[in-house]
């Protein structure tokens, strides 16, 4: 079933439903009212598709994250509790970085990732030629920046790339990050340490 194309269609007319509380809309969808669940899906789905945009360029991917998100959500509506401010849009958010996050671990058992598939002398070869680029003016080095950055990010573990991500680019403290995605404090600054010490192996080899 594809949720996208079936929630699109739902009629939104009714105002009890849209004006409804997440909550509210969670219980009526567990009591068997399609409408109720559309609603959630059009409140959040720029939320999930901007949490698959962080991790994914292509539009199919997050297109997927989308789906796979709110498929999951819609099956696990029994284990969410609900009684807290905006508590359902941060359940659904973890839903969406653990979706996230399988697609990298997929991607990688694929090997998918163009710097993961290289050799060491194709890497060598790679990074050299990035280097030679690096001197270009303007645009043209900003995309090459914008595409080094992928590919580093690429060469990362996912979970060593979501902390990071959290950590330096969303600015969260480790408490914020050890709570939101159930993992120990140690493990967050592991995975963070690990992830910088990663990409500064690489930039070394870029000096």
């Known amino acids: 079933m594809t949720y996208q194309s079936s929630l699109a ?32 899906f059009t409140r959040y789905k720029k939320m999930v598709a901007a949490i698959g945009g962080r991790f994914f360029a292509r539009r199919e991917q997050i297109e997927e994250i989308i789906q796979t998100t709110f498929y999951q959500a819609y099956l696990a509506l029994g284990q969410y509790q609900g009684g807290q401010e905006r508590s359902f849009a941060a359940w659904l958010k973890r839903i969406a970085v653990n979706s996230c996050l399988d697609e990298l671990r997929r991607q990688q058992r694929r090997q998918e990732n163009l710097v993961s598939d290289l050799s060491a002398e194709e890497e060598e070869y790679v990074l050299g030629r990035v280097q030679a680029e690096w001197e270009k003016p ?70």
């Open 9 to 40: 269609v739902t009629s939104r007319s009714d105002a009890v439903v849209q004006l409804g509380t997440d909550d509210a809309l969670v219980a009526a969808t567990q009591a068997g009212d399609e409408t109720a669940f559309a609603e959630l």
């Open 138 to 207: 303007g645009i043209e080095r900003s995309t090459i920046a914008r595409d080094l950055a992928e590919k580093l990010l690429a060469r990362l573990e996912p979970e060593d790339r979501l902390a990071l991500m959290l950590l330096y680019e969303d600015e969260w403290s480790v408490a914020e990050i050890s709570g939101f995605l159930g993992w120990s404090i140690p493990k967050v600054k592991g995975r963070a340490h690990r992830a910088r010490q990663t990409l500064q192996r690489v930039m070394k080899r870029l000096r």
